[in-house]
């Protein structure tokens, strides 16, 4: 399986980007899909996840960017988007994406939950 993350750059504060990630191998439908993100210096950090659970979906985002950040997924292109508006300094890092089977509810926030990670794409927002 192997993630590949793109959609990073530059953007002023107030600005929006748009992440994706696309999926190869597995069945991607049945993954859950987080994306967490790393400044320098930090921990890794977790930001939202879209996870599959029995026929569905539910949605899950870190506190920091609630309001401002969606997760989204197209299982036809096997890809996971994220939205991200509202910039600011504070969200520039690293962003990493992940895929895993069978998360718990409890467990999405964490990234020792997942099995897959892609190659992360940087985000940097100027102010």
């Known amino acids: 399986v192997q993630l590949q993350a793109s959609g990073g750059g530059l953007v002023q504060e107030g600005g929006s980007l748009r992440l994706s990630c696309t999926v190869s191998?597995?069945?991607?439908?049945?993954?859950?899909m987080g994306w967490f993100r790393q400044a320098p210096g930090t921990e890794r950090e977790f930001v939202a996840a879209v996870r599959h659970s029995g026929g569905g979906y539910s949605t899950h985002y870190g506190d920091s960017v609630k309001g401002r950040f969606t997760i989204s997924r197209d299982n036809a292109k096997s890809t996971v988007y994220l939205q991200m508006n509202s910039l600011n300094p504070e969200d520039t890092a690293v962003y990493f994406c992940?895929?895993?089977?069978?998360?718990?509810?409890?467990?999405?926030?964490?990234?020792?939950?997942?099995?897959?990670w892609g190659q992360g794409t940087l985000v940097t927002v100027s102010s």
């Open positions: 992940a895929a895993g089977q069978r998360i718990i509810l409890s467990s999405v926030r964490y990234g020792s939950a997942y099995d897959y």
């Open positions: 191998g597995g069945t991607f439908s049945r993954y859950t």
